[in-house]
């Protein structure tokens, strides 16, 4: 069963790039959220209710051929994009690429800077602290996007 964990762990191995492995899991959750019908909340709802526990269980297994929360170690960027864009509305003058590069930008800071609490997250055991940081970054970024988009920026 490991082998299947490791297969969805590394998002098909997007986390196998040498570079960056979760800026390109990332954007390649950006890219697939183009199209309007990705962005709709029950779908958008959906995804999350059904990947997280796979994400958590995936995570954890690939832990065991990977390292603790190894780089390659990638699906929990997913589901922290997920969340990101998660029923956030745009600007209706704006193109909704620009909510989507924003969100990508926001994530992939909160991410890698881990504010508190989102840093203190990853000490959770196993698969739990593997995603339970990005899932802390996708919710600060959705209330920083819903934050820009009441003050009016262009998103």
Not at 67 to 85: Q, S, Y
Not at 133 to 144: F, K, M, P, Y
């Amino acid at each position: 069963m490991r082998r299947p964990a490791v297969l969805l762990a590394t998002l098909f191995g997007v986390g196998r790039l040498p570079v960056a492995p979760a800026t390109w899991a990332s954007a390649v959750v950006t890219l697939l959220l183009i199209p309007a019908a990705a962005r709709d909340p029950v779908v958008l709802g959906v995804l999350v209710v059904a990947l997280l526990p796979l994400a958590i269980w995936s995570s954890h297994l690939a832990e065991r051929e990977l390292g603790t929360d190894a780089h390659p170690i990638v699906i929990d960027e997913v589901v922290g994009m997920l969340i990101a864009v998660w029923g956030v509305p745009h600007a209706a003058s704006a193109s909704p690429a620009l909510l989507l590069i924003a969100a990508f930008f926001l994530f992939r800071a909160y991410d890698i800077v881990k504010p508190f609490p989102i840093r203190q997250s990853q000490a959770l055991p196993g698969g739990w602290g593997v995603v339970t940081d990005d899932v802390l970054a996708g919710i600060a970024t959705n209330l920083t996007l819903r934050l820009l988009v009441v003050l009016g920026a262009p998103l």
